[in-house]
């Protein structure tokens, strides 16, 4: 395990759509725990591939309940809405305001390529959308709605 050097706003590959995983490969497996030691010593609470140079539908999350990985995932419901900061590792030292569902249904795979159906809340389900746009090229700053803030790292809530 390594952990890898980071994106940051302004680099070409977090505005590319990421290609959809066929098989799980050794060096793929071997990505998957690179993220997640990264989103680790990163103090993030999600990670996706992209934003450590990899073009594959591959994202990381801990908000607290354990590591999930989601590998090809697609939102398959919302319901409710959250206003709220949001963070993130590829834009550090600041956040804004973005508007989200408060509930998130989705389906994926997991590391070992087991169809998975997770649901989530409040945080997680922002994590999950947040980190799913990466996939698609996004960042959170096309949503923010109002000024972005600056903040310290030891007060950012980081996706």
Avoid: W
């Amino acid at each position: 395990m390594a952990i890898r050097k980071l994106r940051y706003e302004g680099d070409p590959v977090l505005g590319k759509v990421c290609k959809e995983v066929k098989e799980m490969t050794p060096h793929l497996k071997e990505l998957v725990q690179d993220m997640l030691e990264t989103m680790y010593a990163a103090e993030g609470v999600g990670l996706a591939a992209p934003q450590v140079g990899v073009l594959r539908r591959i994202a990381v999350i801990d908000v607290g309940e354990g590591p999930y990985v989601f590998v090809n995932p697609k939102i398959v419901e919302t319901a409710g809405e959250q206003i709220g900061d949001e963070g993130c590792l590829s834009v550090p030292g600041k956040s804004g305001t973005v508007r989200r569902p408060e509930y998130v249904k989705t389906v994926a795979f997991d590391a070992d390529m087991n169809p998975i159906e997770v649901e989530g809340h409040g945080l997680f389900a922002r994590a999950m959308c947040h980190e799913f746009d990466h996939l698609d090229g996004h960042l959170y700053l096309e949503k923010v709605e109002g000024p972005l803030n600056e903040v310290s790292y030891a007060d950012e809530d980081e996706n």
